[in-house]
């Protein structure tokens, strides 16, 4: 079993940053694929980036690269979203997620689907006014 818990939200004024943490605990699996995914009301629970452990490759989606970035602090157990230059458009409440998979190293592509994860936070709230 691994829990996942996100902290970091908040308010912020257009332009401003805030960067977003996410715990996980009780980990058995070799490597993650880890995920940070956003969802506002009436949209769709969308991926904003992930990274796999085993190589530190991130991915982002095109509406936030060069403004966000997702990083590790495998020594706390804890993945971040750097978020700057944040926009009214980024409001929602984002979620950290999780897949453990059972390989050492190596390389991987993680899916940007909600479905294929496995492993959630509660969510943290993101607000950024104009």
């Known amino acids: 079993q691994v829990q996942v818990a996100e902290s970091g939200g908040g308010s912020v004024q257009a332009g401003g940053s805030l960067r977003l943490s996410c715990a996980t605990s009780?980990?058995?699996?070799?490597?993650?694929?880890m995920a940070w995914f956003r969802q506002s009301p009436g949209t769709e629970r969308d991926a904003v980036a992930t990274?796999?452990?085993?190589?530190?490759?991130?991915y982002y989606a095109e509406s936030v690269k060069s403004r966000f970035s997702i990083s590790q602090d495998n020594a706390k157990n804890t993945l971040y979203l750097q978020m700057n230059s944040l926009e009214p458009a980024d409001t929602a409440i984002y979620y950290c997620?999780?897949?453990?998979?059972?390989?050492?190293?190596?390389?991987?592509?993680?899916?940007?689907?909600?479905?294929?994860?496995?492993?959630w936070g509660q969510g943290t709230q993101v607000t950024v006014s104009s």
């Open positions: 009780g980990d058995t699996y070799i490597n993650y694929c």
């Open positions: 990274i796999y452990t085993g190589d530190g490759i991130p």
């Open positions: 997620a999780a897949i453990g998979v059972m390989i050492d190293g190596g390389h991987w592509s993680c899916p940007n689907r909600r479905s294929d994860y496995d492993y």
